[in-house]
């Protein structure tokens, strides 16, 4: 069955000699087409022979941006970066310019190398020429913070935005869902067994705690008897063993729950959040 992208692709290809467009444009609308349908093999061929053609550079900015555009959504960030950098060489407004930079922000955010795209914002903010983007980099600042996986700081941008604003809101509520790992270990310091109950490992919990009183009781009741080296040999190797398993695993426990948390609300973005996302 052919699809309605595929139909509206013909009806272009057909109409447009007789609207007295010239092959540029023809070339420019069918790689779009292209892109729309998700064929962004055939669309990066059609807007590299666009640019091959296009002596005047009169699509320039267009092509390598969209090509970067599908690049992006195949995933091959680095080959992506190459092409926005490309547009923005080519850039004719300010606009332009800062459409460009902001793509590559986002394919920072996207690939996690979040200092980068930090360090790309900084420079932004800093641009007289973009003081009208004041809220936008604040947004992707927002976006990047999520991707850090900083919800109180990404709250705080947002924030800057509207006290009301819709991701504001989900960070906080992310931010207040989430565990102290600082909070899990000290609480396994004094009591073992507390940091996993703490994330709701109860079961753990349980065990963490039975096996520290018995290598604990045992321990002291060596050292009572005057049995110093089985008390040393189980304090040593048993008692010390499982009381320091038990802070690591409530460090754990409390770093899996956040990521459960985080994986949760970034899977919620991705298909029920509708505004713009890297």
Known sequence: MISVNKILLIFVLIIAPAFGQDYLDTQFIKGKVLFFNGEYFNAITEMKRLI????????????????????KAGAKFNDAVIYFSKAEQSARSVEEIYDTRISIVKINILRRTNLRASTLLDALEKDQRFNNKKNDICYWRGW????SNEWDSASQQFSKISPEHQLKRLCDSIDNKQYS???AKLLSY??????QFYTGNYFSGLLSLGWNILWGYTTITAFNANRIFDGIVVGELLWFRFYNGNNQNAKKFAIEKNIEISNEALFYLQHQYNGEKP
């Not at 990047?144 to 991707?147: K, S, T």
């Not at 004094?190 to 940091?195: K, L, N, Q, T, Y």
């Open 52 to 71: 091959f053609f296009d002596k005047e550079k009169k699509y320039a900015y267009e092509a390598n941006q969209l090509i970067g555009e599908c690049y």
């Open 144 to 147: 990047n913070y999520i991707f």
């Open 181 to 183: 790992v600082t909070e």
């Open 190 to 195: 004094f009591i073992p067994g507390a940091g």
